[in-house]
Every structure is written in structure tokens, then in C-alpha cells.
């Protein structure tokens, strides 16, 4: 093995990433591959978690905007997100994976509750951690939710694996076929461009807290690895100083 880069990271899976080739819910087998990936990463030596979107299954600002009360349509979405954690989870222990899902909200039944120092200990001790939920509040996105998780637990890079899209363009690459990738982007051009790297709050948490983002495609086998190696893969967002400096 080559050796991580990074001691603890979270990576953050869209709910769409879990469908597949589906137009809609989980494709079993996508799921499996997922977990590959994150079982060959926490192999590399590191502690890992993840936080799961839920557009896959329900996404409150569609709801919201055909109608439906924009909290009560988050909670829903929030809901998504758990069934996409508790899918990932079997995954995960099918492979021999060591796994809690802890919830924003309070789903004792299925997970446990969102406690930061339990859920430091368990990637102390091996286990991945699966965060469900987003952060419990409306009106805040899974980004969002990914951005507060890392900096809550001490990560030292998040990992924005993205469907079909390998990196950070300045147009929509699945519409413009002109359109440029970027390596590397400082916080403040990501936002000043408005480029779709994650949410404005959830960018702007990264930069107060000089959190470096990796946005890639999750499509390839070994893409989760690549990035934990410390390989360039996709397009790496930092501060100013570390982006000129090649780091």
C-alpha cells in the first residue's frame, strides 16, 4: 500500500450517487461498489466517514417548490437520508466492515443519536461512522451537513464524490462540451465565480475553518483511494496560500 495522506477524512456521498444507472431509489450493486471503495480507503490507514444525501429518494427544495411547506419538505428529505445510511451500512458490514450510523434526528430504533465525542471514539477505534440526517435543521443541505460534520470530528480533508461529474467546471460539462475543469480553486474564486463546487454556507464553513475539499467522480473503482493517497483526482479546493503552492 501506498499510504494515506490524510489521518482522518469525511467523505460525502450524494443520493444520487447510489442509484446507479436507475432513474430513481438505491441500485444494490452501486451501493457495493461504494463500499468497496470505502473499505479499501479505511485500509490505507485511515478513519473514515460519511455523510449521505437523499436526492435519490425525496429532495425538499423540489417538494418546497411544487408547494409542499419548505421544513416540513426538508424533514422528509431528511428522512431520505437515512434509509440511503442504513443501506450503505449493510453494505459496508456484508464486506466485514465495522460501522455506526448516528442521526441528526432521533431514530433510536435504527441509529444512534448525533453525539461528536462518541463519534470520535468509534473512528478511534476502526469503525466507519455514517452520518444521517444532514444536520437536523431545515433549510440546511447534506453539504452543509458534510462541511459541519468534518470540522466537528477533525477532519483533515472532505471528500465531495459527485455522479458523473469529475471535478469542478466553470459551465455544465453534460451541456457545454467547451466547458474547462479546474485542478485547483482558492475558497474565495469558488465563491466568487459561484462555481457548483457545494452550497455557499457549506463553502464558507470550509473556508473559515480552512478545510480543503477533493471533488471527484465516484464513478471510478479506485477513486475514494486516489484521493485519501493524496493523488491528483478531480479538483482540490483550498486557501489561496496552499492552491499556489501546489499543495
Known amino acids: 500500500m501506498v499510504g494515506a495522506a490524510y489521518r ?101 430504533q435504527v441509529a444512534e443519536p448525533f453525539i461528536r465525542r462518541r463519534a470520535i471514539r ?27 460534520r468534518a470540522i466537528e ?15 469542478v467546471y466553470d459551465a455544465d460539462p453534460n451541456k457545454d462540451p467547451n466547458a474547462r475543469r479546474f485542478e485547483r480553486l482558492s475558497y474565495m474564486e469558488a465563491i466568487s465565480r459561484r462555481l457548483e463546487v457545494m452550497d455557499s454556507t457549506a463553502l464558507s464553513l470550509c473556508m473559515e475553518n480552512n478545510l480543503p475539499i477533493i471533488v471527484f467522480d465516484l464513478g471510478a473503482e479506485d477513486s475514494i483511494v486516489r484521493a485519501v493517497r493524496g493523488e491528483r483526482i478531480g479538483t482540490y479546493v483550498g486557501s489561496e496560500q496552499t492552491v499556489q503552492a501546489g499543495v
Request: hydrophobic share 45%; proline share 1%; aromatic share 4%.
Open 8 to 108: 482522518r477524512t469525511l467523505l460525502k456521498v450524494s443520493g444520487e450517487a447510489l442509484m446507479g444507472d436507475a432513474p430513481y431509489g438505491i441500485d444494490a450493486e452501486t451501493v457495493a461498489r461504494i463500499a468497496r471503495q470505502i473499505q479499501a480507503a479505511q485500509q490505507e490507514g485511515i478513519e473514515m466517514a460519511v455523510v449521505v444525501g437523499g436526492g435519490n429518494i425525496f429532495r425538499g427544495s423540489q417538494a418546497s417548490a411544487a408547494g409542499m411547506d419548505r421544513a416540513t419538505a426538508d424533514y422528509g428529505g431528511m428522512l431520505a437520508t437515512i434509509i440511503n445510511g442504513l443501506a450503505l451500512q449493510d453494505a459496508l458490514e456484508k464486506i466485514g466492515v465495522t460501522v455506526r450510523t448516528q442521526t441528526a434526528i432521533n431514530v433510536q
Open 122 to 148: 468509534h473512528l478511534e477505534k476502526g469503525r466507519v461512522v455514517l452520518f444521517a440526517a444532514g444536520t437536523g435543521n431545515p433549510y440546511m443541505t447534506t453539504d452543509t451537513a458534510a462541511a459541519l
Open 153 to 167: 470530528i477533525g477532519a483533515e480533508v472532505l471528500l465531495m464524490a459527485k455522479h458523473r461529474v469529475d471535478g
